[in-house]
C-alpha cells in the first residue's frame, strides 16, 4: 500500500507561484511513475504534469514553459512548482502514484487564482 498527502494550495492572485508537495510513503519499491491532475466541478480530472521512475517527463499543454513538476527522492516527496498563475489554473490538484500494487490517489489541495 501507498499512502499520498498533498499540500500547499491556497489563494494565490494572479500572476502568482505556489509549489504543491505529494508526501508519499508506504510500499515505495514498487512505485513506477508519479503525477499531479487538477479537476474543477463538473469536469474530468486531467493531468498536469507526469514523472516516470526514469525521470522522463511530460506536461499537459496549459503547463508547458509555467509549471515544473520535480521530486526529492530523500524525502519521498513530489513537487509542482506554478508559475505565472492564470484564473483558469483554479482546480483541486491532485498528486497520483502509479505503483505495482495499485493506482493511488491523494485528497487533493485546492488551488484559487482571484484578485
Known amino acids: 500500500q501507498v499512502q499520498v498527502v498533498e499540500s500547499g494550495g491556497g489563494l494565490v492572485q494572479p500572476g502568482g507561484s505556489l509549489r504543491l508537495s505529494c508526501e508519499v510513503s508506504?510500499?515505495?519499491?514498487?512505485?513506477?511513475?508519479m503525477g499531479w491532475y487538477r479537476q474543477t466541478p463538473g469536469n474530468q480530472r486531467e493531468l498536469v504534469a507526469h514523472?516516470?521512475?526514469?525521470?522522463?517527463?511530460n506536461y499537459a499543454d496549459p503547463a508547458k514553459g509555467r509549471f515544473t513538476i520535480s521530486r526529492d527522492n530523500a524525502k519521498n516527496t513530489l513537487y509542482l512548482q506554478m508559475n505565472s498563475l492564470k484564473p483558469d489554473d483554479t482546480a483541486v490538484y491532485y498528486c497520483?502514484?502509479?505503483?505495482?500494487?495499485?493506482?493511488?490517489w491523494g485528497q487533493g489541495t485546492p488551488v484559487t487564482v482571484s484578485s
Open positions: 514523472i516516470t521512475g526514469s525521470d522522463s517527463i
Open positions: 508506504g510500499s515505495m519499491f514498487s512505485i513506477y511513475a
Open positions: 497520483r502514484v502509479l505503483a505495482g500494487t495499485g493506482d493511488y
